[in-house]
């Protein structure tokens, strides 16, 4: 060559590196095919991948306790377990729970908490409904003492600490904040009232609940904050400031709006605020060490306790452990739906296998009028087809009327054979048997005869012929089938609901009856979690042993 | 070209026709015998139905009529398996999930041979087609003449007496389809099996063969050594298929002396060596070999026939020439020279004289 002496990079006509000259062609390319596959890929994206990324944030997502108990949790931080919280705990709770009653978010954090432990539910909601009348009693007391407590307008002036005083912005997008939280909503505009600085210093409790009830008044009921009466809970707020010798002292020296009110009101008598008495009061489960618990363990954001449940296993105290065996049910669906997907998958090898070799060897004519034949099951409802099935193998159906009348079982005693695993494996095989043929056909094709043809000549029999030189080449497409048709098998759904009875339904089942039924979304996305693991591991495990490359689904 | 009734024959086919559909007749009546030993290539254009007949004594068609025999016995009802016929595939068909070794240990398997002496067997036959390093090794990782090596020592590794060969070096670029060629017809004699080989390419039939039957429209249309066939074609089908051919048509005047005088279409006169022309009156196509005719006619011995021609291109090709000439109002006319020192090279335009001798001129059938 002549360029042997050239060190440099490999330029161009025009000078420039080669590399780079032909890094700008290939480019334009690049952009054409992607623009090309775009739509597809936004497609794949949008309708396959982020389903799954769903799925898989559902199966763990847990801040519907977090977001609906914000103090709760915190207060319970420091809970040792052992017996039932104390006043601070109860207090929490009470403000929370009366935000989420008045958002009517609690029943939500109730059906959850029920997945755990039932009862909870129950709990939260006479809970819910009873927070007003918790609080009513110190609305009744400070009205009594001045009737000014019953004004709207000098709960605000008296609260915002009049038109000069300086304003507590962060305490008000704090609580702006843990509404928008609970509603999932952005708020944006003006709540047309601020806290004062001075007066959320004195009386804390009551400046953010009043706080959170003028975000709330403002943008979810959509009413001027100054016009409203205070909710019971600010009421409530209030009487707890007042308890505290160190707001007396520090009201003495304020002199804000309403500050004589709230002086009178400090001397005076109020009824002593025990929220813990009135909630057990409201319902004696709350002194239930182990519904607490139950909270406790669901407070953080992302949980495994979907996952353990659909392993059969639960959180207790003393840490994870098997369910009670009457409890358990998923360990046996999944074993179950892992064996009626082996035997379909391996029915349809057998029943595929001759059909799919008559096919390749049969002239291209007569091939195609059987392709037809196997495919025309494709052109009739999935729904229709299985139905057909109830018709052909229930008690008075088709098959046990002619085994009737052939003498060989009794009418009597007729075969069961829908309604349990025997049908679910009958209507499967049936309906995923092209998917087994089909790449069972295309690699088949792709073997010539001549290979059977040289092992007779070597002197092979037709069973050796076939068995040592045709049947490993056919390998690939029993995998290719087995693969599709099990992977399709495990998730099956609608053929189990008709005619699979309680003993031959799928995982696939449970899952749909916890999407649509039993609402407990966070359970069907671990199931469906584990489904899609399970699969993965097959497709890998498989990988490993017969190696992805000899999965052939055409020639 | 009959030539049944041979006692000592090896292979026989004796009056075998073949139909697939019922209609059409593949192969016509064909009788045929080998002795053993001989290397026989079936050459012919493709759909003349010599793989049908290869198929037919490997046992993988059943002829519709006649007898194939194997040493004197009758193998029609016999199964492929047990008729012990070595055979190459066009493809190969070498079985692409087992190894070289595995490949050519599956005869001697089947046919329950001890585990040492397969082992001994399979190493003497990829020795014997210089393969030896190879026996570990998948087909896929072979390069097509390897493959074909491969083919060959697993039809002989079980040492069959009788081996097929349908078109083995089909997919070979043609230096190593010639080394090929050489090393087949070398094992074949040094091994002394019979061999029966299929191909549509002439110079291999002719370089390999004892004996070449030359087939078409499922018939022999002649069955002869290749030199034979070369110099003396039976009939126009073989002289226009096997070499290069000038014709010219006419009709037989008269035929005396062992010569027929032949009138050409255009109206010259020749004398020919009457082949299957019978008398006069017949339309015949008279054929003249390219490398028989000299355009020095003081070369010829007297009596040579000589003709006017003008040149009308000339061809280099490296070790002949090759001239094409009008003559007798055709331009086809071709004649070829040897490239010797001395040679001279026609012009274009040029006006010779062409000539050669009567029994290099065949009168054949008119087609
Ligand atoms: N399996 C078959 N079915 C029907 N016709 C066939 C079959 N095999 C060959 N033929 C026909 O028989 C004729 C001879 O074919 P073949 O023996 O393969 O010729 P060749 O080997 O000389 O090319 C062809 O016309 C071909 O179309
Ligand atoms: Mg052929």
Redesign the pocket.
């Given at each position: 060559m002549s360029d042997t002496t050239q060190t440099g990079p490999v330029l161009a006509a025009d000078g420039t590196p080669l590399k780079r000259s032909l890094r700008r062609a290939l480019r334009a390319q690049k952009m054409r095919a992607l623009a090309l596959i775009a739509p597809l890929l936004i497609f794949v994206l949008v309708a396959f991948i982020a389903p799954i990324a769903d799925m898989l944030f559902r199966s763990v997502e847990n801040q519907i306790v977090g977001n609906t108990l914000p103090m709760t949790v915190e207060e319970l931080r420091d809970w040792d377990g052992t017996e039932v919280p104390d006043e601070q705990v109860f207090r929490a709770l009470f403000f929370d729970l009366f935000l989420a009653a008045e958002a009517k978010e609690h029943t939500k954090l109730g059906s959850r908490l029920n997945y755990e432990q039932s009862g909870i539910s129950s709990l939260f909601r006479t809970s819910g409904r009873d927070v007003g009348d918790i609080g009513e009693v110190f609305q009744d007391a400070l009205t009594e003492i001045d009737p000014a407590f019953d004004e709207a307008r000098f709960w605000y002036d008296m609260m915002s600490g009049g038109a000069e005083a300086e304003g507590n912005e962060r305490l008000l997008s704090n609580q702006i904040g843990r509404l928008e939280v609970l509603e999932a909503t952005n708020f944006s505009g003006d709540v047309d009232f601020v806290p004062g600085a001075a007066i959320s210093d004195i009386l804390p409790n009551t400046a953010r609940a009043y706080a959170v009830f003028a975000a709330f008044t403002h943008f979810v009921d959509e009413d001027v904050v100054a016009e409203e009466e205070p909710w019971e809970a600010v009421y409530a707020a209030l009487a707890i400031d007042l308890e505290d010798p160190a707001t007396r002292a520090a009201l003495a020296g304020y002199d804000g709006p309403g500050a004589d009110v709230l002086r009178r009101a400090a001397d005076a008598p109020l009824p002593p605020v025990d929220m813990k008495a009135a909630f057990i009061d409201s319902n004696k489960d709350w002194q239930r060490v182990g519904f607490w618990k139950v909270i406790k363990t669901y407070s953080p954001p992302y949980t495994t306790g979907y996952f353990l449940n659909a392993v059969d296993m639960e959180k207790t105290a003393e840490g994870i452990a098997l369910r009670s065996a009457d409890q358990r049910i998923y360990g046996i669906l999944f074993q179950r739906t892992m064996f009626m997907s082996l035997m379909i998958t391996f029915s349809c090898i057998l029943l595929g296998y001759p059909v799919a070799w008559i096919m390749a060897n049969l002239p291209a004519r007569k091939a195609n009028l059987l392709m037809i034949l196997v495919l025309l099951p494709f052109w009739t409802s999935l729904l229709v087809r299985t139905s057909a099935w109830k018709v052909m193998l229930q008690q008075q159906g088709v098959i046990n009327d002619t085994l009737v009348w052939l003498g060989l079982v009794a009418n009597e005693s007729r075969l069961v054979m829908i309604n349990n695993q025997f049908g679910t494996i009958v209507a499967m095989t049936h309906i995923l048997l092209p998917f087994m043929i089909l790449p069972m056909y295309s690699v088949m094709q792709t073997i010539p005869p001549s290979y059977l043809r040289a092992a007779k000549s070597l002197g092979a029999t037709n069973w050796t012929a076939f068995w040592r030189v045709y049947f490993p080449q056919s390998v690939p497409g029993i995998g290719a089938g087995s693969i599709l048709v099990f992977i399709l098998a495990i998730g099956y759904y609608i053929t189990p609901e008709i005619v699979g009875g309680t003993t031959g339904t799928f995982i696939s089942n449970r899952i749909a009856y916890h999407i649509s039924t039993s609402l407990n979304w966070g359970l069907a996305a671990a199931l469906g979690s584990i489904l899609l693991a399970v699969v993965l591991i097959l497709y890998w495990a498989y990988d490993k042993i017969v190696g992805i490359d000899n999965v052939k689904l055409g020639g | 070209m009959a030539d049944t009734g041979n006692n000592d024959a090896f292979v026989a086919f004796e009056r075998v026709q073949k139909s697939?559909?019922g209609e059409?007749l593949?192969?016509k009546d064909l009788n045929l015998t080998m002795p053993k030993g001989e290397f026989l290539t079936?050459l012919?254009?493709?759909?003349?139905?010599?793989?049908?007949?290869?198929?037919m004594l490997a046992g993988f068609?059943t002829a519709t009529h006649g007898e194939i025999k194997l040493d004197g016995v009758s193998i029609n009802n016999i199964p492929p398996h047990k008729r012990g016929i070595g055979m190459v595939f066009q493809n190969y068909a070498l079985f692409p999930h087992m190894t070289i070794a595995e490949n050519l240990s599956f005869p001697l398997e089947v046919r329950k041979i001890g585990r040492s002496d397969r082992e001994a067997k399979v190493r003497r036959a990829l020795e014997m087609v210089e393969m030896g390093g190879f026996g570990g090794r998948r087909p896929a990782q072979l390069s097509g003449g390897q493959q074909q090596r491969v083919a060959l020592a697993r039809a002989l590794v079980f040492e069959p007496e009788l081996v097929l060969m349908?078109?083995p070096l089909g997919a070979l670029d043609k230096q190593l389809r010639e080394k090929m060629q050489f090393e087949i017809t070398h094992l074949a004699h040094e091994l002394g099996i019979t061999t029966v080989y299929?191909t549509?390419d002439q110079t291999e039939a002719l370089t390999m063969s004892d004996r070449v039957a030359v087939?078409n429209d499922?018939k022999i249309q002649q069955i002869a050594p290749p030199d034979e066939l070369y110099e003396s074609p039976q009939n126009s089908f073989v002289a226009q298929f096997i070499g290069e051919n000038n014709t010219m048509e006419g009709t037989v005047k008269e035929i005396k002396d062992g010569l027929a005088v032949v009138q050409l279409d255009d109206g010259g006169l020749i004398d020919a060596k009457p082949v299957n022309v019978e008398k006069a009156g017949d339309r015949t196509l008279i054929s003249i070999r390219p490398e028989r005719v000299e355009f020095n006619c003081d070369r010829l011995r007297p009596g040579a026939h000589t003709l006017k021609a003008e040149v009308a291109e000339f061809i280099y090709m490296g070790d002949i020439f090759r001239t094409r000439l009008k003559v007798a109002g055709r331009d086809d006319f071709i004649i070829k020279t040897r490239n010797a020192p001395d040679q001279r090279r026609l012009q274009p335009g040029e006006q010779i004289e062409i000539g050669w001798l009567p029994e290099d001129c065949r009168a054949l059938d008119a087609p």
């Open positions: - | 697939y559909d059409t593949v192969v079936m012919g254009p493709s759909g003349s139905g010599k793989t049908t007949c290869l198929m068609e349908d078109e299929v549509h087939f499922g």
